[in-house]
């Protein structure tokens, strides 16, 4: 009996288990995509490029280039399995499916290795090699088959890329020759560098570019020819550029600005600006249209147009003219015709400059349900009305109203809700408005001057009111497409506490460095900040972004008390309005960097470096200006700014909702992104960082910032992301756990050990879900 249980036993387990494996074998089979191809057939998986050579010289770069022309591209393939391909042979299949039009339209038709033409590839191939200076290569296939795929291997032989010996341009017009020749040194053509055909392209369009900024307006790049002398001994070649014979009169005629028409009501559907329009002429230029009804005064436009009457033709100044007018945000389409003038002479133009216009008036509603992870929930809603063209100046006046309502749902503050508004009131003007004169910059973007103006109600139920008036003047102005300052010579608020109820008190009372941060909110300074973003660059590999930001508060009341006898100290502070003014200065630096894969999977990296420091009238950083660390966009594995400061442990039970923050920050982030299908990205990542206080703080939580301890006081955690990308928005839901935690004692803050996906009470303390909009970084 007992043995003949161990036998029923054994005879069941075992062909479970092989069913078991033999049905994911099936199931991977079929979702390699072969086993539906036409009889015959054999699926294309791709091609192999060997390079040989009898010279020893670095072929890493040569073979890259080779394997981007390689065609067709095999079937998508994540290891060895093809989804798309699998929904795609699914579909013929069944071909009275119901959902057989999305499979088709989801899924990805299969590359047969009858759609592959080994031979044209190979001589492709040679044509490619030859563009970068491997004139004498031979390339020859061969074609691998298995049961049901195939795949090309391609051999290509070789030699060493011939070498730029010596440029020289020999120009036979001398106008065109001593302006080349004078901008030479700017050349993308270095002696001792491979030969490459794109290169040569490039240098045309760079000369080319030179010439249109100097008149040449009906010069061409193709106009310019190169000639060549290889040295086979060697591996040289000489390159002499020169123009092409039997060029028109009018490509070797430098163009001027005869007359300027601007039409700022253009409609698209015209096929030519409406000349039987009222005209009027403004500082040489002809405006189309009554005066009276013209939406933007003409000296405003006039700031934005680099191209006027008798100066010589500029691409330069065309493109910043496109520019600067759509950047002034009041028209959907700027474009800029041109055409011979009428007049006698050779080499003048006229210009005509025709804008659609926007509507004056935009009025926006948004409302939305957002959910933080400290559990706070609730809807809120966004209320705008945008006029863009207030005072016929093209300044943007925009009317802001929005309003929140959000409640703790669970966790230790259940319960506790609160409720906001804010109205806002902001005004832009194209250029800069200061009360001394700042030079106006050729720059192809509009500098702007904004004044904004804002009332912001906070009602903490069971806690206070707080109300915060803010007032800001400043300028934006960016140099280039990457680079962008913004600089607030003037940023004041305030904000008042009433009602507080005894439970706000006493919590207060209780954290003597919280109820300081409270008290000192009435700051009038200014602030600087610098951004870098290589983002917009694209093509670039690794694209870098920098943004650093430097604010000031304070000095300029205690330079005054002082002028009038006061000594401001912390211990006897000063008052502006009845009001204790906060004196502090704050710096800080965000870094990063993306490494671009072909297959546009990246590495996002960053680091965050703050401090700040409160001095003279104030002896501790007003809450809004505390760094905090932890949440969405910090260290997900954490709740919203709830790490620190150093190793303090922030108890909800005694803070309630006020979570602490820092003089000083410290944070790194890494995160691998890659493709799903489509739409949908992943990512995995690891966040590190803490906020301290400083030695000098008066406030004794947690340790403060100490260059020989702070490695051993940051918050890590890690995790997986999914992301739902369609390009103009990013749905975000990042699930983290902490690997270590600063506030357990030391030799025992690393809690990987005690990671358990089973426990219940392990997932509902240690597993935080974040749902963003956008990008953590």
Same mark, same amino acid.
């Given at each position: 009996?007992?043995?003949?249980?161990?036998?029923?036993?054994?005879?069941n387990?075992?062909?479970?288990?092989?069913?078991g494996?033999?049905?994911?074998?099936?199931?991977?089979?079929a979702?390699?995509?072969?086993?539906?191809?036409?009889?015959?057939e054999?699926?294309?998986?791709?091609?192999?490029?060997?390079?040989?050579?009898?010279?020893?010289?670095?072929?890493?770069?040569?073979?890259?280039?080779?394997?981007?022309?390689?065609?067709?591209?095999?079937?998508?393939?994540?290891?060895?399995?093809?989804?798309?391909?699998?929904?795609?042979m699914?579909?013929?299949? &069944?071909?009275?499916?119901?959902?057989?039009?999305?499979?088709?339209?989801?899924?990805?038709?299969?590359?047969?290795?009858t759609?592959?033409?080994?031979?044209?590839?190979?001589?492709?191939?040679?044509?490619?090699?030859?563009?970068?200076?491997?004139?004498?290569s031979?390339?020859?296939?061969?074609?691998?088959?298995?049961?049901?795929?195939?795949?090309?291997?391609?051999?290509?032989?070789?030699h060493?890329?011939?070498?730029?010996?010596?440029?020289?341009?020999?120009i036979?017009?001398?106008?065109?020759?001593?302006?080349?020749?004078?901008?030479?040194k700017?050349?993308?053509?270095?002696?001792?560098?491979?030969?490459?055909?794109?290169?040569?392209?490039?240098?045309?369009?760079?000369?080319?570019?030179?010439?249109?900024? &100097?008149?040449?307006?009906?010069?061409?790049?193709?106009?310019?020819l190169?000639?060549?002398?290889?040295?086979?001994?060697?591996?040289?070649?000489?390159?002499?550029?020169?123009?092409?014979?039997?060029?028109?009169?009018?490509?070797?005629?430098?163009?001027?600005?005869?007359?300027?028409?601007?039409?700022?009501?253009?409609?698209?559907?015209?096929?030519?600006?409406?000349?039987?329009?009222?005209?009027?002429?403004?500082?040489?230029?002809?405006?189309?249209?009554?005066?009276?009804?013209?939406?933007?005064?003409?000296?405003?436009?006039?700031?934005?147009?680099?191209?006027?009457?008798?100066?010589?033709?500029?691409?330069?100044?065309?493109?910043?003219?496109?520019?600067?007018?759509?950047?002034?945000?009041?028209?959907?389409?700027?474009?800029v015709?041109f055409?011979?003038?009428?007049?006698?002479?050779?080499?003048?133009?006229?210009?005509?400059?025709?804008?659609?216009?926007?509507?004056?008036?935009?009025?926006?509603?948004?409302?939305?349900?957002?959910s933080?992870?400290?559990?706070?929930?609730?809807?809120?809603?966004?209320?705008?009305?945008?006029?863009?063209?207030?005072?016929?100046?093209?300044?943007l006046?925009?009317?802001?109203?929005?309003?929140?309502?959000?409640?703790?749902?669970?966790?230790?503050?259940?319960?506790?809700?609160?409720?906001?508004?804010?109205?806002?009131?902001?005004?832009?003007?194209?250029?800069?408005?200061?009360?001394?004169?700042?030079?106006?910059?050729n720059?192809i973007?509009?500098p702007?001057?904004?004044f904004?103006?804002?009332?912001?109600?906070?009602?903490?139920?069971?806690?206070f009111?707080?109300?915060t008036?803010?007032?800001?003047?400043?300028?934006?102005?960016?140099?280039?497409?990457?680079?962008?300052?913004?600089?607030?010579?003037?940023?004041?608020?305030?904000?008042?506490?009433n009602?507080?109820?005894?439970?706000?008190?006493?919590?207060?009372?209780?954290?003597?460095?919280?109820?300081?941060?409270?008290?000192?909110?009435?700051?009038?300074?200014?602030?600087?900040?610098?951004?870098?973003?290589?983002?917009?660059?694209?093509?670039?590999?690794?694209?870098?972004?920098?943004?650093?930001?430097?604010?000031?508060?304070?000095?300029?009341?205690?330079?005054?008390?002082?002028?009038?006898?006061?000594?401001?100290?912390?211990?006897?502070?000063?008052?502006?309005?009845?009001?204790?003014?906060?004196?502090?200065?704050?710096?800080?630096?965000?870094?990063?960097?993306?490494?671009?894969?072909?297959?546009?999977?990246?590495?996002?990296?960053?680091?965050?470096?703050?401090?700040?420091?409160?001095?003279?009238?104030?002896?501790?950083?007003?809450?809004?200006?505390?760094?905090?660390?932890?949440?969405?966009?910090?260290?997900?594995a954490?709740?919203?700014?709830?790490?620190?400061?150093?190793?303090?442990?922030? &108890?909800?039970?005694?803070?309630?909702?006020?979570?602490?923050?820092?003089?000083?920050?410290?944070?790194?982030?890494?995160?691998?992104?890659?493709?799903?299908?489509?739409?949908?990205?992943?990512?995995?990542?690891?966040?590190?960082?803490?906020?301290?206080?400083?030695?000098?703080?008066?406030?004794?939580?947690?340790?403060?910032?100490?260059?020989?301890?702070?490695?051993?006081e940051?918050?890590?955690?890690?995790?997986?992301?999914?992301?739902?990308?369609?390009?103009?928005?990013?749905?975000?839901?990042?699930?983290?756990?902490?690997?270590?935690k600063?506030?357990?004692?030391?030799?025992?803050?690393?809690?990987?050990?005690?990671?358990?996906?089973?426990?219940?009470?392990?997932?509902?303390?240690?597993?935080?879900?974040?749902?963003?909009?956008?990008?953590?970084?």
């Amino acid at each position: 009996m007992k043995n003949r249980q161990n036998i029923r036993g054994k005879s069941n387990s075992f062909p479970l288990q092989g069913l078991g494996v033999l049905f994911i074998c099936l199931l991977l089979a079929a979702c390699t995509g072969t086993s539906h191809l036409p009889k015959g057939e054999r699926l294309y998986i791709g091609a192999k490029i060997k390079l040989e050579s009898i010279e020893k010289f670095n072929k890493g770069n040569i073979k890259a280039i080779v394997e981007s022309v390689v065609r067709p591209e095999p079937n998508n393939s994540y290891f060895g399995i093809r989804p798309q391909l699998w929904l795609y042979m699914a579909a013929g299949v &069944n071909p009275k499916s119901k959902y057989k039009q999305w499979l088709q339209k989801n899924g990805q038709a299969p590359v047969l290795m009858t759609n592959v033409s080994p031979s044209a590839t190979t001589a492709v191939i040679d044509a490619t090699l030859f563009n970068i200076g491997i004139f004498n290569s031979n390339t020859t296939y061969k074609i691998v088959e298995k049961k049901h795929t195939a795949s090309v291997v391609y051999t290509s032989y070789i030699h060493k890329p011939y070498t730029v010996k010596e440029f020289v341009y020999t120009i036979s017009d001398d106008s065109l020759s001593r302006l080349i020749l004078s901008d030479a040194k700017n050349t993308i053509i270095k002696p001792g560098e491979d030969y490459n055909l794109d290169i040569l392209k490039a240098e045309r369009v760079r000369i080319d570019a030179v010439l249109k900024n &100097n008149g040449y307006f009906y010069f061409n790049p193709d106009y310019l020819l190169f000639k060549a002398d290889t040295s086979i001994v060697n591996h040289t070649i000489s390159l002499e550029l020169t123009l092409k014979d039997s060029l028109s009169e009018n490509a070797l005629t430098v163009y001027r600005i005869n007359k300027v028409f601007i039409d700022q009501n253009y409609s698209l559907n015209d096929e030519v600006a409406d000349s039987t329009k009222d005209t009027l002429v403004y500082q040489n230029t002809i405006f189309m249209g009554n005066k009276d009804e013209m939406n933007i005064h003409p000296k405003v436009i006039l700031r934005s147009v680099y191209l006027r009457k008798h100066e010589i033709y500029s691409r330069e100044n065309h493109n910043i003219t496109l520019n600067r007018l759509m950047s002034m945000g009041n028209f959907k389409f700027v474009q800029v015709k041109f055409s011979d003038s009428d007049t006698t002479a050779l080499g003048y133009l006229d210009a005509t400059i025709l804008m659609t216009p926007m509507t004056n008036h935009t009025f926006r509603a948004e409302i939305d349900m957002v959910s933080k992870s400290n559990n706070y929930t609730g809807p809120r809603m966004n209320l705008s009305l945008l006029n863009r063209n207030a005072f016929k100046g093209a300044e943007l006046l925009s009317l802001n109203l929005a309003g929140s309502f959000e409640a703790q749902l669970s966790g230790v503050n259940k319960n506790l809700f609160s409720y906001s508004f804010n109205p806002q009131v902001e005004l832009t003007f194209p250029r800069f408005l200061a009360p001394i004169n700042i030079k106006q910059t050729n720059s192809i973007y509009v500098p702007k001057t904004t004044f904004s103006l804002s009332y912001n109600f906070l009602k903490r139920v069971n806690y206070f009111d707080m109300s915060t008036f803010q007032f800001t003047y400043g300028f934006k102005w960016k140099n280039s497409i990457s680079i962008e300052h913004e600089f607030n010579p003037v940023s004041i608020s305030n904000t008042s506490l009433n009602n507080e109820s005894a439970l706000f008190t006493d919590l207060l009372a209780a954290n003597p460095f919280l109820k300081k941060s409270y008290e000192e909110q009435f700051i009038a300074g200014g602030n600087y900040s610098f951004t870098y973003n290589e983002q917009m660059l694209a093509g670039k590999k690794l694209q870098y972004f920098i943004h650093f930001t430097a604010e000031t508060a304070g000095n300029l009341f205690s330079l005054a008390k002082r002028i009038g006898g006061e000594t401001p100290t912390s211990d006897n502070p000063s008052k502006i309005a009845g009001s204790v003014y906060s004196q502090f200065a704050k710096l800080s630096v965000d870094g990063r960097a993306y490494y671009n894969f072909r297959n546009k999977n990246k590495i996002a990296l960053r680091v965050f470096a703050g401090a700040a420091s409160s001095y003279g009238n104030s002896s501790t950083l007003p809450y809004s200006k505390q760094f905090f660390s932890g949440g969405p966009n910090s260290i997900r594995a954490f709740q919203i700014n709830s790490i620190g400061p150093g190793t303090y442990l922030q &108890n909800a039970a005694t803070t309630g909702f006020l979570q602490l923050g820092g003089d000083i920050k410290l944070e790194t982030n890494a995160e691998y992104r890659f493709g799903i299908y489509k739409y949908f990205k992943g990512a995995v990542f690891v966040d590190a960082g803490n906020v301290w206080l400083q030695k000098s703080n008066p406030a004794n939580m947690g340790s403060p910032f100490a260059f020989s301890s702070f490695m051993n006081e940051l918050a890590v955690g890690a995790g997986l992301g999914l992301r739902v990308d369609v390009s103009f928005f990013v749905l975000r839901f990042d699930l983290a756990m902490p690997l270590r935690k600063p506030w357990l004692e030391d030799n025992h803050r690393w809690v990987v050990d005690k990671i358990d996906f089973t426990s219940p009470a392990w997932r509902t303390q240690n597993l935080i879900l974040n749902i963003a909009i956008g990008y953590p970084f």
